[in-house]
C-alpha cells in the first residue's frame, strides 16, 4: 500500500475518555459522551483524534492495564458504540489513532491469569518469568531474579505461588510485562493491530514502545541508583527494532495509516533509529520528553521549574536534529503530565501565557497534538491531602518519599507538583453544576472532583468570548493548516540566548514565518533582524487586539505573542 503520510498535515486531539464527557450520567467519561462532542471537536479545526485507552481494564492505571485488547470497557461503551463514533469522526475529517499498549498487559487480562496459573500451559511463556535468585516465597526468604525497581511500585518483581517463579512489572504490579521474545505474542500484537486496522482505525500511539525488548540475561544494575534501575536494559533493548520491523512489514504496511511511539527517555539522534524515512523505518514519529523538563513519569518525577532557555534548546534540537530525514510529533500536555499554563505558563496572566504556549509550539514542524482542555486553557488542581489523588503513580512515589523519611507536607507538595491528576480533572464544558462534563440529569458525582475553577473556566464562556484561548487555538490551527511552509520549512531560531523570548523563523517554499512568544510578564523587547522587514508583512496572529511596532521592532506586552508572514520571498 502506498503510504501517503497524511499525519504531516494533521493535527490531533487527544481525549483521555474517562474525563472527557460523561453521556449516560454515572459521571464516567464515555462514547456517548464523545459522540455529543466530535462537532466540537471537528470546530477545533484538528482532523484527528487520539483516543487514551478505551478497553476493557481494572482501572490501575486507568486503561494503560488492557484486560482484553478486542473489546471496549462497558463503563465507556459498546464495539457498536465505538464504530459509530469512528463512523461520526471520518464523516467530519477526523481521523482516529487508539492507544496501542503491549509491553504489559493488566494482572487481569485471561493470559496473565492463565500464564501465572502454572509453568505448564498455553500461556506459560507469555510473561517475563524467572526464578528467584534465592529460592522460595519472601516470606520465607526467596528473593527477586535482579535488583531492578518498577516505575511505579516498589521492586519490579513479584512472586507467583503457583509458579514459585517472579514476574517482572517495570510499570505497577498490576501490569505484567509481555514476554515480546515469544513469536506466539508478537503474533497476537500483530493481530491487535489487525483488529482494530480492519475495523478503520488509522494508526496507533504506541506505549512505552522503546521498552519492549528486555536485554535476556535480566543482569542486575548499579545498586546505588535511585530509581529506574534496570532502564538500561530494557530501554531501546536488543530486539526493539527488529520487532518493530516485523509489525511494520507484516502488517502496518498494508494499511495507509500512522504510527506515534512514546519514548520516555530518547533524544533525537536517537529517534533516528526508529523513525528516519526509507525501507527500514519502524514509527512515523515519536513523543518525547525532552522539551517537558522533566520526566514524571519515568525517572525524575518532579518536573523541573520551567527553564525558558532549556525549552528552546529541546524544541531546537529536535527541530534539526530530525531535519529532513524524519517527522517530530508535537505537544504541551497529555494525560501524563500537570498542566501547561501552570507549569511554563502563569495562571495569572491564563490566557495570555496559554497563547504564547500555543504558538510557541503550533508552528514547528511535526504533527501537534492538543489535549482535551488544553485549548481552554484549564490548570492544575490541588490536592489537600496525598490520599485524595487517583494516581497509582503519584501513591507510589510518595510512599518512596515516605520511607526515605520526607516530612509529610513535603510529601504532599511534591505531589502537588508532579502528579497526573492536574491532567485528569474532568473536562469544564460550562459553569453549570457538574461543569457540563455530567450527563443524564447531571446529578452524579463526577468520578474525580472537577476543579473549582471551572465557573470561570470552560467551554461555554470561551465561546462567548472572541479573545478566547479558544478562539486563539481555532485561529492557529487554521493557520498552520494553509501555510505549506510550516510543513516544508527550514527552523531557524532567533535571540537563542533570551530568558524571556522564543523566536524562531521558519522559511521555505516561497514563505517566510517568524514566530515570537513572550515568557515574561514583564514587557519584552524584541528587534527584527534587516532579513524580516516588519513593514512588508502580514501580521497573521497577536496574543493582544493590536500589534504596534517601532521601526523593525516592538514591545512585547506579558505572554504577548506575534506571527508575521513574508510571502514570495
Ligand atoms: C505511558 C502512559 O502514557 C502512562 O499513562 C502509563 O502510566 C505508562 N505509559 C504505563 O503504561
Known amino acids: ?169 517495570i510499570f505497577a504490579k498490576k501490569q505484567p510485562d509481555l514476554n515480546m521474545d515469544n513469536p506466539e505474542v508478537r503474533a497476537e500484537v500483530e493481530r491487535i493491530m489487525r483488529f482494530w486496522l480492519e475495523m478503520g482505525v488509522d494508526g496507533f500511539r504506541e506505549d512505552v514502545i522503546t521498552y519492549i525488548s528486555k ?11 535511585p530509581a529506574a534501575r534496570g532502564m538500561r536494559f530494557y530501554d531501546h533493548g536488543p530486539r526493539v527494532h527488529e520487532y518493530l520491523r516485523q509489525f511494520r512489514h507484516n502488517v502496518l504496511d498494508a494499511y495507509d495509516c500512522m504510527t506515534v511511539g512514546e519514548a520516555p527517555m530518547i533524544s533525537a539522534q536517537k529517534a533516528l533509529e526508529y523513525c528516519a524515512e526509507g525501507p527500514e523505518q519502524e514509527l512515523d514519529m515519536m513523543f518525547t520528553f525532552e522539551h517537558m523538563g522533566a520526566d514524571c513519569v519515568v525517572t525524575d518525577w518532579i518536573p523541573r521549574p520551567f527553564d525558558l532557555r532549556a525549552y528552546k534548546r529541546a524544541l531546537g534540537r529536535w527541530q534539526t536534529g530530525l531535519a529532513q530525514d524524519a517527522w517530530n510529533s508535537l505537544y504541551l500536555e497529555n494525560h501524563d503530565h500537570p498542566r501547561i499554563i501552570s507549569r511554563y505558563g502563569s495562571e495569572r496572566y491564563r490566557v495570555e501565557s496559554g497563547k504564547s504556549l500555543a504558538c510557541s509550539y503550533l508552528f514547528l514542524r511535526g504533527t501537534p497534538f492538543v489535549y482535551q482542555g488544553q485549548e481552554i486553557g484549564m ?33 504532599l507538595r511534591l505531589a502537588n507538583r508532579a502528579t497526573r491528576d492536574h491532567a485528569r480533572t474532568p473536562m469544564q464544558w460550562s459553569a453549570e453544576p457538574g461543569a457540563g462534563f455530567v450527563g443524564g440529569d447531571g446529578t452524579a458525582q463526577p468520578w474525580f472532583p472537577i476543579n473549582t475553577n471551572y465557573r470561570q473556566i470552560n467551554v461555554a464562556a470561551a465561546e462567548e468570548d472572541p479573545d478566547s484561548l479558544l478562539a486563539f487555538y481555532r485561529e492557529a ?77 516592538f514591545f512585547l506586552r506579558p505572554y504577548e505573542c506575534r506571527v508575521y508572514l513574508w510571502q514570495e520571498v
Open 379 to 411: 490548570t492544575n488542581t490541588y490536592l489537600t491531602r496525598v490520599e485524595d489523588s487517583a494516581d497509582v503513580s503519584t501513591f507510589n512515589q510518595v510512599a518512596r518519599l515516605r520511607k526515605m523519611g520526607v516530612p509529610e507536607a513535603a510529601c
Open 477 to 553: 490551527i487554521a493557520l498552520r493548516r494553509r501555510l505549506p511552509v510550516v510543513r516544508e520549512g527550514s527552523y531557524r531560531e532567533l535571540k537563542q540566548a533570551s530568558a524571556q523570548l522564543y523566536a524562531h523563523v521558519r522559511e521555505g517554499v516561497g514563505q517566510k514565518l517568524l514566530v515570537v512568544c513572550s515568557f515574561t510578564g514583564r514587557t519584552a523587547y524584541f528587534s527584527a533582524p534587516g532579513d524580516l522587514p516588519l513593514a512588508e508583512a502580514e501580521l497573521c496572529l497577536c496574543g493582544y487586539e493590536d500589534a504596534p511596532t517601532e521601526g523593525n521592532a
Open 215 to 225: 536485554d535476556p540475561a535480566l543482569p542486575d544494575d548499579n545498586p546505588l541508583k
Open 1 to 169: 500500500m502506498e503510504r501517503t503520510r497524511w499525519y504531516k498535515d494533521a493535527v490531533f486531539y487527544q481525549i483521555w475518555p474517562r474525563s472527557f464527557c460523561d453521556g449516560n450520567g454515572d459521571g464516567i467519561g464515555d462514547l456517548w459522551g464523545v459522540l455529543g462532542k466530535l462537532d466540537y471537536i471537528a470546530s477545533l479545526g484538528v482532523t484527528g483524534i487520539w483516543f487514551s485507552p478505551l478497553y476493557p481494564s481494572p482501572q490501575a492505571d486507568f486503561g494503560y492495564d488492557i484486560a482484553d485488547y478486542y473489546d471496549i470497557n462497558p463503563e465507556y461503551g459498546t464495539l457498536d458504540v465505538f464504530r459509530q463514533v469512528l463512523e461520526g469522526a471520518h464523516e467530519r475529517g477526523l481521523r482516529v489513532i487508539m492507544d496501542l499498549v503491549v509491553n504489559h498487559t493488566s494482572d487481569e487480562c485471561a493470559w496473565f491469569v492463565q500464564s501465572r496459573s502454572s509453568r505448564d500451559n498455553r500461556y506459560a511463556d507469555w510473561y517475563v518469568w524467572r526464578d528467584g535468585r534465592t529460592p522460595g516465597a519472601p516470606e520465607a526468604g526467596g528473593t527477586p531474579p535482579n535488583n531492578w525497581d518498577s516505575l511505579f511500585e516498589g521492586d519490579a518483581w513479584e512472586y507467583e505461588p503457583a509458579r514459585d517463579q517472579w514476574y517482572l512489572h
